[in-house]
């Protein structure tokens, strides 16, 4: 018997999880990872804690199944995406802390870049938004902030990594600097047409080349783990940011097929084959992870606030006693009488990209009760999600024909039903809801030969539940209407 060890590196903890020839999860360890936030809008990682905390869950899952040497075929990486790490390239040694993508160090920074007459180039070149969110904003500042970084980026002294690209020096000993191209596209200094470092955008953020990992595809021999580290050696055969690792985990592997995960925040991505998506509704073109040297397509909306407003209404309103009450709760209620919440925390994300918004609760009478207002911030992610989805119809041209589901809040059936209420269409959530873990399984076992072909990946994938549209497509848009003048209220502030 032999496995497949998926290693999924979050931004909240570490995790390893143990496949079998039918793709079946056999065993999962995690490890807590903490973030630091040393100025307002901050967040940083210790990056030798997040190689540590990720060996150790990997070294655990391996030991929980008593794993002996020649039974792991093959290692798959997943990762927190965009998060920077600077390292010594003779020891190893990071220069600075990992800054996570979260951090928004570098914002005044990239406002400026997006005001400027390049902003126009970069936005084309790379698919994305001007933020940052992404990489190539975050490398500046360590390379201006660290003494000495500059010059001893351009004489090949550092090296730049996203979190696979660190994992993958640190198993293979400093062996292998490479990154795969889902992650490399979230750089923003990649070129997404032609998949390698882009000479002007290197340029303009004046960031050696010497410094950036080779870019190979997700599903690629990689190198081979050190023996030091998990008391074997390993081939790393497969690499992918967790957003496109879920997409693949989903089986979403043709044009039109879509995934939406219901996390702290929501990803949703539509892949779109070999075809490169140029998004005119605010949405960002990025790689989905790639079998071989052709390109494969996604295009991605995210949500900033969505579980979180949850473990808001848990946490610091104290109006439910856990994420899973809201169901019932919710059902409880027939309505929410008109009550509406955007829960715009931080901003809205796309479509909207608006950072000024805030929260906001409209509709509220004396006759509201705490299940309307429970029930509002369930929908309240519905609606967000519908938005993300007709950005990504518009976009792509092609009607979505079923959601594809995953993360901690699509455990909640008033919210799924909710979701193919308000959508239209049907939502399926699949048997195994650790969709990222397995994407990064499946990568790394179509590369070594454990899995014949995509066909069997594709076979492998089966569905929880669908959950089918029942609301009249009167009711469903006098909804959305509401919903859409409560954003219009938020945006207003
Ligand atoms: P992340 O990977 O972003 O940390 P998870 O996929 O683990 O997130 O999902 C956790 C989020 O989902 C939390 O914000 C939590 O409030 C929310 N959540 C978990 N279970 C439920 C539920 N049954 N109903 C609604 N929200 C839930």
């Given at each position: 018997m032999r496995f497949l060890l998926s290693l999924d590196e979050g931004t909240t903890s570490a995790r390893a999880a143990l496949y079998n020839e039918q793709g079946r999860r056999i065993a999962t360890e995690s490890a807590p990872l903490v973030c630091a936030h040393?100025?307002?809008g901050w967040v940083e990682q210790d990056a030798q804690a997040i190689w540590t905390t990720q060996l150790d869950a990997a070294r655990r899952v391996l030991a929980s199944k008593n794993i002996r040497p020649g039974e792991v075929a093959a290692i798959g990486i997943t990762n927190q995406r965009e998060t920077t790490i600077v390292w010594d390239?003779?020891?190893?040694?990071?220069?600075?802390?990992a800054i996570v993508w979260q951090c928004r160090r570098t914002a005044e920074a990239c406002a400026l870049l997006a005001a400027s007459p390049a902003a126009d180039a970069v936005t084309r070149k790379?698919?994305?938004?001007?933020?940052?969110?992404?990489?190539a904003s975050k490398i500046r500042w360590i390379l201006d902030h660290v003494p000495d970084a500059q010059a001893r980026a351009r004489d090949g002294a550092l090296r730049f990594g996203t979190v696979d690209t660190w994992l993958l020096w640190n198993l293979t000993n400093g062996a292998v600097h490479a990154t795969d191209v889902s992650n490399a596209s979230r750089t923003m200094l990649m070129n997404l047409e032609s998949g390698d470092w882009d000479p002007e955008l290197l340029s303009l953020f004046d960031i050696p080349r010497a410094m950036l990992p080779r870019i190979i595809p997700s599903?690629?021999?990689a190198g081979v783990a050190d023996a030091s580290h998990l008391g074997f050696e390993v081939p790393i055969c497969g690499i992918a940011g967790d957003q496109q690792s879920a997409l693949f985990g989903q089986a979403c592997l043709r044009p039109g097929l879509s995934k939406n995960t219901y996390g702290t925040g929501c990803f949703a991505l539509m892949h779109t084959g070999s075809h490169q998506p140029v998004s005119r509704h605010k949405l960002l073109a990025t790689r989905a992870a790639s079998l071989d040297a052709s390109p494969q397509f996604a295009i991605e909306g995210s949500i900033f606030t969505a579980g979180a407003a949850i473990q808001w209404l848990r946490d610091?309103?104290?109006?439910?006693?856990?994420?899973?009450?809201t169901e019932a709760i919710a059902e409880s209620a027939s309505g929410t009488d008109g009550v509406y919440f955007v829960p715009a925390f931080v901003g809205l994300g796309a479509p909207y990209w608006d950072p000024n918004a805030r929260a906001t609760l409209t509709g509220v009478t004396l006759a509201t009760e705490a299940k309307h207002v429970v029930r509002a911030t369930l929908e309240g992610i519905a609606y967000q999600v519908r938005e993300l989805v007709e950005a990504m119809e518009a976009d792509s041209g092609e009607p979505l024909r079923e959601l594809r589901v995953d993360g901690g809040a699509a455990a909640n059936n008033f919210l799924m039903q909710f979701q193919a209420d308000i959508l239209g269409k049907p939502i399926v959530r699949p048997a195994d809801a650790e969709t990222t873990a397995l994407g990064a399984a499946y990568l790394a076992g179509l590369a070594c030969g454990y899995f014949p072909s995509v066909e069997a990946v594709e076979a492998n994938w089966s569905a929880d539940r669908t959950f089918e549209p029942r609301m009249p497509t009167s009711q469903r848009e006098d909804l959305y209407a509401g919903w859409k003048h409560a954003v219009a209220q938020c945006r207003a502030k």
């Open positions: 040393p100025n307002p390239a003779s020891t190893g040694e990071p220069i600075a802390p790379t698919g994305l938004v001007i933020d940052a969110y992404f990489s599903s690629y021999t610091k309103l104290i109006l439910i006693p856990s994420a899973a009450a």
